[in-house]
């Protein structure tokens, strides 16, 4: 086994001082005792990893929640201006012709908005096509496979 470090003086590693007690290590210890090594090495690695991976995790999911709130939070206070505006207006209305008209106004003029949304909506959704490269691809995997014939 010495012959193997010839580049190396005589009880000389890579990295003086650390290489002789590697050479002296592997020279004393059995081959199945240094494979047992690395697996737990490698073990232990490979569950600092999954906790690693974990703790990213939990940070990222805790950050996803606390923005999500928000941004919910600013939904409902939006919906709140709109709904106070409205009043507004339609009190504004009511100064120039009786209140129940004014209310009328302002319900069928949401009504024109919330019946125009929904059919632009409708109409993306129509446009919807999924996967279309996806599904192409897939479909011409199975003549690909078929043995004796070239689809290009």
Sequence with gaps: MSGQYSEFP???GPVSGEGS???QKAENTSLGDLLGEVTRDLSTLMRQEVE???AEAKESATRAGKGGGMLAGAGVAGHFVLLFLSLALM???GALMPLGWAALILAVIW???AAVLAATGRKELKHIKGLPQTG???SEIPPTLKPGEVNR
Excluded: Q, S, V, W
Aim: glycine share 12%; net charge neutral; hydrophobic share 60%.
């Design 91 to 93: 009190f504004a209305l």
């Design 52 to 54: 690693l991976a974990k």
């Design 21 to 23: 007690a590697a050479h």
């Design 111 to 113: 009504g024109i908005t």
């Design 136 to 138: 192409e691809t897939l």
């Design 10 to 12: 005589a009880g000389a």
